[in-house]
């Protein structure tokens, strides 16, 4: 599968973003679609995942009450609504996807190209 994450831009502190996730092939119900974070001189982290099938949702502390992830099954597409942005939610957002969850980004298989998220302060 080939995912084409998009939607990143420059934001104010307190503003909202939504990203997009595109999958193109097919997306097993077993599936898991996830994001990661990068910033800056700092690890790949976990942010969000859904159980493609069933629609199970999993958060990182750091965003949880903040960020919703959701998916489309008729666009195969996976979103990321992004409210109450902080600078620290700076980074580069990738999509991906994985057979079993986890927060580990090595359990993910595919990747997206990434989309810039920056949040002015």
């Known amino acids: 599968v080939q995912l084409q994450a998009s939607g990143g831009g420059l934001v104010q502190a307190g503003g909202s973003l939504r990203l997009s996730c595109a999958a193109s092939g097919r997306t097993f119900s077993s599936s898991v679609m996830a994001w990661f974070r990068q910033a800056p001189g700092k690890e790949r982290e976990f942010v969000t995942a859904i159980r493609w099938g069933v629609g199970s949702t999993y958060y990182a502390d750091s965003v949880k009450g903040r960020f919703t992830i959701s998916r489309d099954k008729s666009k195969n597409t996976v979103y990321l609504q992004m409210n109450s942005l902080k600078p620290e939610d700076t980074a580069v957002y990738y999509c991906?996807?994985?057979?079993?969850?986890?927060?580990?980004?090595?359990?993910?298989?595919?990747w997206g190209q990434g989309t810039l998220v920056t949040v002015s302060s």
């Open positions: 991906a996807r994985g057979h079993h969850y986890g927060s580990s980004w090595n359990e993910y298989d595919s």
